[in-house]
């Protein structure tokens, strides 16, 4: 079965950088999508961006450009999200998700990111 | 914040009809397709309409989707208890070149 397991909680201090890791598995990896959604306790979704784990080509919300990396490792067919510059409002819970490619129908356990002085 | 604005709840008695709405745009639900996603507490989303109408394997037939112009639609029909979660519809956005993401609807079994 299609699985998305993701890297385990990070405690972040401001303006240091946290990469999160998603690892898929029980699908071929390169064929789809994988995209990034976070959620602020008691807040929505927000979309951050995607990759495509063929080509390594990325897109990323206007709201993160220059801060968000996303990379892949074909070889152990996981994806990175790495954001930097970290305040406050970044401690959420981040996603990632298969796209199929406009709806994302598999989803990774989440991963708590606290940003804390 | 959000381009697609959801009423932040909706309630019903066990059996009843409720429905959420999802306005949005030319740039968003008028030129793409609309997806929902149901979420309960402390778990991830999941995918419960996709294509604007379509069920993924194992949803129930009660959850049902629309798209009509710049607005779409959740219907969930004859509500049960174990319905109560967060409802999120979302669509890509041409203007944004992103997808977006409505602000969520509380759904409440009374």
């Known amino acids: 079965q299609v699985q998305l397991v993701q890297s385990g909680a990070e405690v972040k201090k401001p303006g240091a950088s946290v990469k999160v890791s998603c690892k898929a598995s029980g699908y071929t990896f390169i064929s789809y999508d994988i995209n990034w959604v976070r959620q602020a306790t008691g807040q929505g979704l927000e979309w951050m961006g995607w990759i495509n784990p063929n080509s390594g080509n990325t897109g990323y919300a206007q709201n993160f450009q220059g801060r968000v990396t996303m990379t892949k490792s074909s070889s152990i067919d996981t994806v990175y999200m790495e954001l930097s510059s970290l305040r406050s409002e970044d401690s959420a819970m981040y996603y990632c998700?298969?796209?199929?490619?406009?709806?994302?129908?598999?989803w990774g356990q989440g991963t708590l990111v606290t940003v804390s002085s | 914040q959000s381009v697609l604005t959801q009423p932040p709840s909706a309630s019903g008695t066990p059996g009843q009809r409720v429905t959420i709405s999802c306005p949005g745009s030319?740039?968003?639900?008028?030129?793409?397709?609309v997806n929902w996603y149901q979420q309960f507490p402390g778990t991830a989303p999941k995918l419960l309409i996709y294509?604007?109408?379509e069920r993924p394997s194992g949803v129930p037939d009660r959850f049902s989707g629309s798209k009509s112009g710049t607005s779409a639609s959740l219907a969930i029909n004859g509500l049960q208890s174990e319905d109560e979660a967060d409802y999120y519809c979302a669509a890509w956005d041409d203007s944004l070149n992103g997808h977006v993401f409505g602000t969520g609807t509380k759904v409440t079994v009374l």
């Open positions: 998700t298969r796209g199929r490619p406009a709806s994302f129908d598999h």
């Open positions: 294509t604007n109408n």
């Open positions: 030319s740039s968003n639900i008028g030129r793409n397709t």
